[in-house]
C-alpha cells in the first residue's frame, strides 16, 4: 500500500519538475530556430521506440528481471508502465536470455534477442535498432527494474530532446538523498544553466572544500533511463572507450568527453 500511495503523491510534483525542463528546453529551441521551430518540434525526431534491456545473469541479483512483484514479474511492471507514455510509438524488451525473451511474450511485449557480448544498455539498444524493420528517430533506453517508472519521465526526456536540436542525448535527474552522499552506487550530476550535463560521478559533485555535505545545496542524482538520437546511436559504439568514462565507469562520459551535448530534465 504504501508503494503505491508514495508514487501517487509524487505524481504532480513530478510533473511540475519535468515542465521546468521541458520550458527550458523550449527556451533553448526558440533562441535557435524561432516560433517557427516550436510549431514543427513534434515532426523532429517524431518516430519514438522504447527498448527496455533486460539480461538474467548479474553478480549482485541474477534472474532480477523475472523477480515477482505483487503477482507480476518485474520487467512486466516496468513494461506495463512504459505503456502509459504517450511519446512512445513502439516498445520491446531487448534481452540475451530465452526465460525472459518466453516470459515478455507471455504478457504480450515483442521481444528481440541481443548478443551477450553487448557491455550496456546503450550497445543493447543500439543492436535493437539494427534489427527493427521500423526506422526510429529517438530511442529510449528504459531500465527493465524500473518497475515504479513514471510515465512522465519518459515523456519528459523525449520531448526534452526532441526541443534540442544540438544535443543528440537526454536522461533525467532527482535530488540526491543526503544519505546517498557518498554512495559511489548513486551516481551524480550538475548541469548548466541551459540544462546541459556538465559531468556525471560516482563521487559527491559539486564536492565542498570542507569535506561535508553542504544541506543546502541542490545535490542531484542521476536517473537511469536515458534516450538518444538514433543516428548518435548508430556511431556510438565506433567511439573509443575515453579515460573518464573507464576512470568512472560511466558511460554517459564518453559522449561528453566526446564533444556530444546531453540534455537534463529534473523530476
Known sequence: MSMCSSCSSGSSSTKSWIVHGIVAGAAVAAAIGGGAYL??????????????????????????????????????????RAKLATT?????????????????????????MTSESCRNGTER??????????????????????????????????????????????????????????????????????GYAIYFSRGLIPYSKSGKVNPQFPYMLHLGIQSYDAKFLKIYPELQPTPLQLEEDLEQLKVLENGYKMKVIKS
Open 88 to 112: 512512445l510509438d513502439h516498445i520491446v524488451v531487448a534481452t540475451d536470455d530465452e526465460r525472459i525473451a518466453e516470459c515478455c511474450r507471455g504478457f504480450g511485449s515483442d521481444v528481440v
Open 125 to 194: 539498444c543500439h543492436e535493437v535498432l539494427q534489427k527493427l524493420d521500423k526506422k526510429y528517430d529517438v530511442v529510449v533506453n528504459i531500465q527493465g527494474d524500473e518497475p515504479l517508472i513514471e510515465p512522465e519521465i519518459i515523456d519528459g526526456i523525449v520531448r526534452s530532446l526532441q526541443l534540442a536540436p544540438d544535443a543528440v542525448f537526454s536522461t533525467a535527474v532527482t535530488s540526491l538523498k543526503p544519505e546517498d552522499a557518498f554512495d559511489p552506487n548513486r551516481v551524480k550530476c550538475v548541469v548548466d544553466n541551459q
Open 39 to 80: 510549431v514543427r518540434y513534434r515532426k523532429f525526431r517524431a518516430r519514438v521506440v522504447g527498448i527496455i534491456p533486460a539480461r538474467y545473469a548479474s553478480s549482485r541479483f541474477e534472474g532480477k528481471p523475472l523477480v515477482n512483484i505483487l503477482g507480476k514479474p518485474m520487467i512486466q511492471r516496468t513494461w506495463e
